[in-house]
């Protein structure tokens, strides 16, 4: 009943920029954290960035001071501007968000999307 849907993902050459989006639809009545995830092959998934219903934002250090996070709360939309993007920036990247139904409060991924940073 809820679905989330990342779109901007891509091939970037090192130095470019992304503009990832999330788009979190069906029986909502509110959603308090949102945040981006990634994850690379044989390793575990890892925090990037998150940001809380007040605006409150939170980085990984690797993505400190590159990477921004933002909320359109009208929009149930998530985003992650990515800036002076490296090589290693490489992943999968998700977004969840914790959403409040009318039953539950439950956390929700979306299914992802590639990022690629490479000349």
């Known amino acids: 009943q809820v679905q989330l849907v990342e779109s901007g993902g891509g091939l970037v050459q090192p130095g470019g920029s992304l503009r990832l989006s999330c788009v979190v639809s069906g029986r909502i009545r509110s959603i308090n954290n949102m945040g981006w995830y990634r994850q690379v092959p044989g390793k575990e998934r890892e925090l990037v960035a998150t940001i809380n219903s007040d605006g409150g934002t939170l980085y990984a250090d690797s993505v400190k001071g590159r990477f921004g996070i933002s909320r359109d709360s009208a929009k149930n939309t998530v985003y992650l501007q990515m800036n002076s993007l490296k090589p290693e920036d490489t992943a999968v990247y998700y977004c969840?968000?914790?959403?409040?139904?009318?039953?539950?409060?439950?956390?929700?991924w979306g299914q992802g999307t590639r990022v690629t940073v490479s000349s």
């Open positions: 969840n968000s914790d959403v409040l139904t009318s039953l539950t409060l439950k956390t929700y």
